[in-house]
């Protein structure tokens, strides 16, 4: 599902559904850095929404805070690999847009 929303949204915004991606593309050099940061608060504000939106389909109040610290080898092992996949799928998908 992943590789279709960027195979989808990938030629309208770039695929830039997390700022490690838009980070990426600075570091490339395919973008400047006032965009991407323009595109990380977006993104940020986005999450928030998206978190809010989640909720209510669990059955949760849509404001709530973690009581269970969330960090540890295994957290942070799992994020690291999780977007090296994304910015990998979107970087390998840029050869499919138009």
Not at 12 to 27: D, E, Q, Y
Request: aromatic share 10%; glycine share 8%; hydrophobic share 55%.
């Amino acid at each position: 599902m992943l590789f279709v929303l960027i195979t989808m949204l990938g030629p309208v915004s770039g695929a830039h559904f997390n700022p490690a991606v838009s980070m990426a593309f600075v570091l490339c050099g395919d973008m400047g850095k006032r965009e991407a940061a323009t595109y990380i608060v977006v993104q940020i504000i986005a999450s928030i929404i998206s978190v809010w939106a989640a909720h209510p389909m669990f059955d949760l109040s849509i404001a709530q805070t973690s009581i269970k610290a969330r960090t540890g080898i295994d957290q942070w092992s799992a994020e690291v690999i999780a977007t090296f996949g994304l910015v990998l799928t979107i970087f390998g998908g840029l050869k499919t847009w138009p």
